[in-house]
């Protein structure tokens, strides 16, 4: 395709942006669908062993949502785009509503999903600048193992 045909449907960067986000969003939206299990903490493990299953391909390229919002958010300077948090907010509310289902606190499921995704951009971003998909894979085991303590400290 020639580039010019990718500004006949996208007048600036910043719309191609956001449809790419919105599209990743719609995605992670459907994948989030396909962890449908009844548990709680079983959804959150198979959302860890995704990641886990993905590590070669972030250790070698990195987080595009994070790439693209961060080189968007130095070309818009300032201005915001509805799409650029939107993928961080799904993967929020998503981990906030399977925290509270074990029994945190809101406040509690909302700092503890605040932590997670933190953990996983950074987890991804120093796997990929050392080229090492052992951090991830050790991060997502780590992770699995402080959801599956939250749940048999909530129901033991």
């Given at each position: 395709m020639h580039q010019g045909n990718v500004y006949y449907y996208f007048k600036t960067k910043k719309e191609l942006a956001s449809a790419v986000l919105e599209h990743?969003?719609?995605?992670?939206?459907?994948?989030?669908?396909?962890?449908?299990?009844?548990?709680?903490c079983q959804r959150l493990v198979l959302f860890l062993d995704y990641i886990a299953d993905q590590t070669e391909v972030y250790s070698q390229w990195g987080c595009?949502?994070?790439?693209?919002s961060e080189d968007m958010m130095l070309e818009c300077k300032g201005d915001t785009l509805v799409s650029f948090p939107k993928v961080y907010e799904t993967y929020l509310g998503w981990f906030k509503r399977n925290l509270k289902e074990l029994g945190l606190t809101n406040d509690r499921a909302e700092k503890e999903s605040q932590l997670l995704l933190s953990g996983l951009q950074g987890a991804i971003h120093v796997a990929h600048i050392l080229d090492d998909a052992s951090i991830l894979k050790r991060f997502a085991a780590l992770q699995k193992k402080q959801i599956k303590r939250i749940s048999a400290d909530r129901t033991g």
């Amino acid at each position: 395709m020639h580039q010019g045909n990718v500004y006949y449907y996208f007048k600036t960067k910043k719309e191609l942006a956001s449809a790419v986000l919105e599209h990743c969003d719609e995605t992670l939206g459907e994948m989030f669908s396909s962890l449908d299990v009844e548990e709680p903490c079983q959804r959150l493990v198979l959302f860890l062993d995704y990641i886990a299953d993905q590590t070669e391909v972030y250790s070698q390229w990195g987080c595009p949502v994070a790439s693209l919002s961060e080189d968007m958010m130095l070309e818009c300077k300032g201005d915001t785009l509805v799409s650029f948090p939107k993928v961080y907010e799904t993967y929020l509310g998503w981990f906030k509503r399977n925290l509270k289902e074990l029994g945190l606190t809101n406040d509690r499921a909302e700092k503890e999903s605040q932590l997670l995704l933190s953990g996983l951009q950074g987890a991804i971003h120093v796997a990929h600048i050392l080229d090492d998909a052992s951090i991830l894979k050790r991060f997502a085991a780590l992770q699995k193992k402080q959801i599956k303590r939250i749940s048999a400290d909530r129901t033991g």
